[in-house]
């Protein structure tokens, strides 16, 4: 654990000075999104540090042709990856003709601010140069409410005489992937103009595998105030620029504002591409920097307003879940149907693809519950637009029905690995709780009834073709597979797998015959067989659940015994290693217990808890969030509390020394996850907004909010007391503890 | 099965035509090499039809920089890969100035062979060109005398009044993997040089690996004999030729006589290699082609002399083996202790690395006894001189002792499948047995004692340290492994690594004590005691060993059953569903029976034979010969004729779909085993030669080879009887089915 930032703020992330150890992983912190586009925290100037240069737009892509080894039959064709767009964030900085590096010169102050509340980056520095002290302020913001602009202020202060200071900034597509293989460049250059306004678009190179290629136009604008300030265009091979350059005495200034339009032809035709960008460029600057920064800070208002939480007594923690609802509302906002919540947002190339199961398994209820219906149906939409991939994708590895991708862009599975892709199944189950969470929530039957039945029954079809009957013990089997816990590949009858390949076919088959859906007799029959016979390895004398076959036939000792410098395995251990011990990545049987509290026995809870939890080593960011969800429920309070911390702060504080690639985007989620439905305990399963509130001791009051059918509630608990505010919407029954409550004004419950 | 050659011979492959779709495996076969380069099949002239170009030097390799996705700790940094060598081999052909592409010339007659017994390629064939028809005669071979000459002819007879012919030939460093991730080109060129000897020197490019770089001599000399042909020279940028041209009437001819000489930084230092393959040429040209020929014919026939098999009354049969060893000996023949037995030998660029556990588990036996016992202990050297790489290759895996890698060139582990490399242990006890099989095959107990116990030890700390205990079953187990069936990954208690394992402590620790080998007490206590618990899966009712943990749950029906359109699986179905299926790809359980025959009852062998055999699926070309020689030990003689002819003719007809990749060369000494170990049921162990004949009913007599402590033996057997003679040394006590004989002559058993 190391805090990266040197100062904790709730509301802003505060860094005071380059820490040129730890720049990668302050960078990732440090980015900002707008669903649209978006940037990792890189400086405005020349850093030839450790660096990772991330700037992408969401949607756009490449498939990757590398193979390697030994290719088996059935892989998908390519890696998805996101790819690092054409700069326009920098802000080449000469001082008496020499380009400035901030990895080699000294800095007299820092201080960079992310206001998480207003969506804005501002930075104010002083530099030593050669000739003198050089203030530096600058500001950067893509705009949440007109998606397309991207806002730069950069003034340049002399606080010495120092002569020749210039600035050049402008379009760039001379970038590369770091984890390009043979570093290849993955923008073919289609126009560059300069003038006034400059002009650059690129498009994405050919591929082999009939991947629509992908064009963006950048269309800038920088103004700049200030006396004698000489202004000229230069230009590149790939990259056309404006360079501003002055003779600065001590005191003298200039200031560059910087608008840039995105547009891409995921929206419009080609031909229309530098006019459409030019228009949107256009009204940015009728508007000017104020209005569109006060536009752009109302709209992260309106979103705070309904997600907000606060720890009271806890600034780290009360940081934690505010930094992780802020990424996650940059990342993802509803807007387009077509996007998904990547894992690593904007922050990061690590991982292909942009939807993983951890947006249903984990974002879908922080949307559900903190916006309007519509953002969590669009995120139900982007499966089922995409149910064709997916039988594709069944129908390739041998199976009827619909299998949805571990990794896609656009529904077509693009990871790489068997153990992953044809093996981590319980990915599909997720798709069907995220329909089952949406419908017991907003009690809005029409998305199943118009969408979900068909995913539902296509996902049914499946599992039912993939089990298999063993015979002597007369039941159905999952063989081959990778549970959650990623620490294990190709096992047999992993117990969440089994456990929701069972219940998701008994959810189809309800609602297949609540609606009537045509589905052959002989077929429902053998699902229903499947489902009741699904095996189940439960050993009622200890009431362990096995994680899998053989699972009990490891090594077994607590990670507590590791040493120090084992940590994390996944960069000391060879895989092999991990695999065969019994240390696991992340929650598996445990998180079954997150996905249907209440079809286990409190003792059942503790019992599992107690022993997979100390053969847990939390290294999947997607881990500590649920233990501690489920901590809460077995009454562990201050397991609870640990894994909550661990959950809130996993990139801040860099709990798994990968921050340095990006931040953990969707297991975000996971944190108020651990809040909602762990420390308040909420649960609206059967129609009934339910709360069992069991607050740690070491905090003061936490308060939330909540959407609810047309209502929009407030719930405030500590140790000691729960209540809940009605602030919008019609009087609501809920339930405290098991207590009927008539929310109208307000009501509480002391708890004890 | 599609045989590939029109015609069978007994002694020569046979190529009466080109069939442009089966053009690549056609090229396999045709492959010649000399242990030190060698060359597939291609032709002389262009050819755009499909085609595989081939040409490669022993010992000379590139580390691949290729990576994907999502890589795990402990990875081999690279991956091992045979590179294509600057060309040598083409005459490109031109009639009227247009240069011949055979995939688009109509061709009158065709005849290309390789006379095995010689090791020399004739091929002879008739063009018809726009002018007319032209005839062109070639031969080519590698030298089997001095091994860094490659001789060539070129003959041009114009059968028609062609007009203006040219041919150029000379070095080519223009080449390229077909496999090579973004058409990486593998050499730099570091000298080019023309007159009448062409001169081209390459060095493999540069890796971040710290690999050494290997660079290449060429030297070329081409004469030419016929009228008024013009010779010119001609350079493009990375390649060097002579151009002979002249305007040939009816009758008129001319012909290329060219040597080659190929000399590299791994025999020679830099800066003499010009000199040194100058040399070696000058050494050729004075000796001139009938005396090079001569001298190569006459050191292949030194080799049949010892390892030739004739098999009477069955020419496909004859050949298959023939072909196989006629492979293996191109492909390694013991004069250099740095090389190993490529899987592809000298005929593909499938697979990397040089050296695999095939080498001790498949062609030492063959290697052992059909040559001096230098050939056998050079390949046990090698693995000895690789000692330290194991322990390093162990230590990366965080244990003990050695793990031998799963693919190598120089001892470094360099395949990167986890699954492979990491799990697939069974390997390291394959160069147990090794040691084991020379020792009980020559009675010389000097390789153990100088050598071998050393790898011994490492081994059996190796398995002791990576057993882990299983308290309530009181066992040792080995989790997390891949068998040699490797349609299964990451089980638990493969049967045969188990046995093995257990088996190479007993060894080990035999020969400790024997040795009185300095070994800590605690140590010894401790390997004794996981061998003594190691975990064995059997069912005493059945007789059945389980090849893992789990496999008697998976859905088990016989692969008769599968669509014959679903085969080779590997090629149908993906990955996971081969894993979770019943089917396997080679010998497992079975191949401990081959291993340890002494070890086992008939009824053993016959109820797990009967069980596993039509579960397997046989596509790994190790599989049939091992099921063969079982079959054979179970009394089964259908099931071995059917195995042996798969076995023996797997290449040849094509039978795992995939020669034209590149032959199987590792596997082809399965075929000897099965014939020696299986139909003449040789063994060797307790230090008495022993045989229990089994012939095919279909086969007139089988006859084979032996060369057994300084004796050469020549066994005969039919269904009918059974004869062995005393070629040369003393004589020798042998047993036949029990009986002993002492065979100073003849001896002869009838056996019914």
Request: proline share 3%; net charge negative; with cysteine.
């Amino acid at each position: 654990m190391k805090r990266i930032l040197q100062e904790i703020d709730p509301f802003r992330l505060i860094q005071t000075g380059i820490d040129h150890s730890e720049n990668r992983p302050a960078e990732s912190i440090m980015s900002l999104g707008n669903g649209y586009m978006g940037a990792r925290g890189n400086y405005e100037e020349d850093y030839t540090g450790d660096t990772l240069k991330g700037l992408y737009i969401a949607g756009v892509w490449m498939p990757d042709k590398t193979r390697v080894g030994w290719w088996k039959n059935g892989y998908p064709r390519y890696y998805g990856k996101v790819i690092n767009a054409p700069d326009f964030l920098m802000f080449h900085l000469y001082v008496n003709g020499r380009r400035v590096d901030l990895a080699h010169t000294p800095i007299q102050s820092f201080r960079r601010v992310v206001d998480m509340h207003a969506g804005v980056m501002e930075r104010e520095m002083v530099l030593c140069t050669e000739r003198g002290r050089l203030k530096i302020a600058s500001t950067r913001f893509f705009s949440a409410d007109v998606k397309q602009i991207a806002c730069m202020t950069y003034a340049v202060t002399a606080l010495d005489d120092i002569g020749a200071v210039a600035v050049e900034t402008g379009l760039d597509a001379d970038v590369k992937n770091t984890d390009a293989n043979y570093g290849e460049q993955f923008w073919e250059l289609r126009a560059l103009e300069q003038g006034e306004r400059l002009y650059l678009e690129s498009e994405t190179i050919e591929n082999p595998f009939g991947v629509p290629r992908f064009t963006v136009g950048f269309t800038a604008r920088i103004q700049c105030a200030g006396d004698r300030v000489r202004r000229a265009c230069t230009q590149g091979e790939r990259c056309v620029f404006h360079r501003f350059e002055a003779d600065l005495g001590a005191g003298d200034s200039f200031r560059l504002e910087k608008l840039v339009s995105v547009v891409t032809t995921r929206d419009i035709p080609h031909e229309g591409l530098a006019a459409a960008g030019d228009g949107l460029l256009a009204q940015a600057e009728g508007d000017g920097m104020d209005v569109l920064r006060q536009r752009h800070e109302a709209a992260w208002a309106r979103r705070w307003r309904l997600c907000d939480v606060t720890i009271d007594g806890d600034t780290a923690a009360q940081q934690g879940i505010r930094f992780n609802l802020f990424q996650l509302w940059s990342t993802y906002d509803g807007s387009d149907e077509r996007l998904n919540i990547g894992p690593k947002g904007f922050t990061g190339e690590k991982y292909g693809g942009a939807a993983y199961y951890d947006t249903e398994g984990y974002c879908f209820p922080m949307y559900l519950a903190t916006s309007a219906p519509d953002t969590a149906r669009k995120l139900l939409k982007f499966r089922y637009n995409t149910l064709e991939q997916a039988k594709e994708n069944a129908a390739k590895i041998g199976m009827a029905g619909a299998l949805y991708p571990m990794v896609t862009f656009n529904g077509e599975e693009c990871h790489n690995e068997w153990e992953i892709t044809f093996e981590e199944l319980h990915r599909n189950a997720a798709m069907v709780y995220a329909i089952y969470c949406y419908t017991e929530y907003t009690g809005d039957e029409s998305y199943i009834r118009d969408y979900g039945i068909h995913v539902m029954v296509e996902i049914a079809r499946f599992w039912a073709c993939r089990a298999s009957y063993q015979p002597d013990k007369d039941c159905y089997m999952l063989l081959g597979v990778t549970g959650p816990n990623e620490y294990d590949n190709n096992v047999n009858n992993d117990f969440l797998t089994n456990y929701m390949a069972k219940w998701c076919i008994e959810y189809a088959l309800d609602w297949v015959q609540k609606l009537s859906y045509p589905l052959d007799g002989e077929e429902a029959r053998k699902m229903r067989e499947v489902a009741d016979k699904m095996y189940l390895n439960y050993d009622p004398e200890t009431m362990l659940f096995s994680q899998q076959d053989g699972f009990m036939d490891k090594d077994i000792y607590p990670a507590a015994d590791i040493p120090e410098e084992e940590l994390p395995l996944c960069k000391h251990w060879s895989w092999d290693r991990i695999l065969r011990s019994c240390f696991i990545k992340q929650a598996d049987v445990i998180l079954t217990f997150y996905y249907f509290p209440g079809r286990f026995t409190l003792e059942q809870k503790q019992a599992n808890f107690q022993f997979y939890e100390p053969l847990t080593v939390h290294e999947s960011s997607l881990s500590p969030s649920m233990y501690s969800t489920v901590a809460s429920a077995c009454g562990f309070e201050g397991d609870a509390y640990r894994l909550y911390q661990r959950a809130a702060r996993l990139d801040l504080d860099n709990f798994n020394a990968d921050t340095e690639d990006g931040l953990h985007i969707t297991s975000m989620a996971g944190s108020w996850i651990a809040l909602m439905h762990g420390f308040a305990g909420m649960s609206y399963q059967g129609g009934r907004l339910s709360f069992a509130p069991r607050c740690p001791e070491k905090w003061g009051q936490v308060k939330m909010r909540l959407y609810y059918r047309g209502r929009l509630l407030e719930v405030r608990f500590t140790a000691d007391e729960f209540s809940c505010d009605l602030l919008e919407g019609e009087a609501l029954e809920i339930e405290v503890n098991g207590t009927p409550y008539l929310v109208q004004g307000r009501c509480r419950q002391t708890l004890r």
